[in-house]
T-cell receptor, first 114, second 116 residues
């Protein structure tokens, strides 16, 4: 059963505008959330993360918002640039004594047009 | 600093065969995780190795097995291949110690396996 859901398979945004990528999760035990970016023929690369004790984390043009009551997080990219065009995966993890598997969503393909 | 590398990049096998995929961790990383990414899906956790021992496993059958070597490189072995095993297999390494959480995993480019 998919515990992390990204319901928008694709998103197209004009250069300079804001990109908002959404992610929902079902497991209330998740305590850490991450966004990964993936270009074709490359592995996912870490973008930004947020602990469940916070509701916002910002890193340059990228901000992640967490709404625990709604079990929802979003990634904001401002301003969007053509180089941001990639597939974005939302992931969540549990704190466990037996490792920390990442649970990924299906991804959202972002296209930033000039 | 060398990143995570995987070999081979592509592989074609037939149903029932066995396959071994290899992963070299990033320097200084002692934990390796393997993920399967089917077409149109996100990566799914197979298992994780920490200091040569399996340290967590996802919902995959026993015919998926692994090894981690003293230099922290790793192998993923899949026996009795099925058509549904066709996927991109990703390896990720991280600098994790017990008592702390590795917050990020560094992924390799993956091995694309096609089972006919």
């Amino acid at each position: 059963d998919q515990q992390v859901k990204q319901n928008s398979p694709s998103l197209s945004v004009q250069e300079g505008r804001i990109s908002i990528l959404n992610c929902d999760y079902t497991n209330s035990m998740f305590d850490y959330f991450l966004w990964y970016k993936k270009y074709p023929a490359e592995g996912p690369t870490f973008l930004i993360s947020i602990s469940s004790i916070k509701d916002k984390n910002e890193d340059g043009r990228f901000t992640v918002f967490l709404n625990k009551s709604a079990k929802h997080l979003s990634l904001h990219i401002v301003p969007s640039q053509p180089g941001d065009s990639a597939v974005y995966f939302c992931a969540a993890s549990l704190n466990s004594n037996s490792g920390y598997a990442l649970n990924f969503g299906k991804g959202t393909s972002l296209l930033v047009t000039p | 600093e060398t990143g995570v590398t995987q070999s081979p990049t592509h592989l074609i096998k037939t149903r029932g065969q066995q396959v071994t995929l290899r992963c070299s961790s990033q320097s200084g990383h002692n934990t390796v995780s393997w993920y399967q990414q089917a077409l149109g899906q996100g990566p799914q956790f197979i298992f994780q190795y920490y200091r040569e021992e399996e340290n967590g496993r996802g919902n995959f059958p026993p015919r998926f097995s692994g090894l981690q070597f003293p230099n922290y490189s790793s192998e993923l072995n899949v026996n009795a291949l099925e058509l549904d095993d066709s996927a991109l297999y990703l390896c990720a390494s991280s600098p994790w110690d017990r008592g702390t959480r590795g917050e990020t995993q560094y992924f390799g480019p993956g091995t694309r396996l096609l089972v006919l």
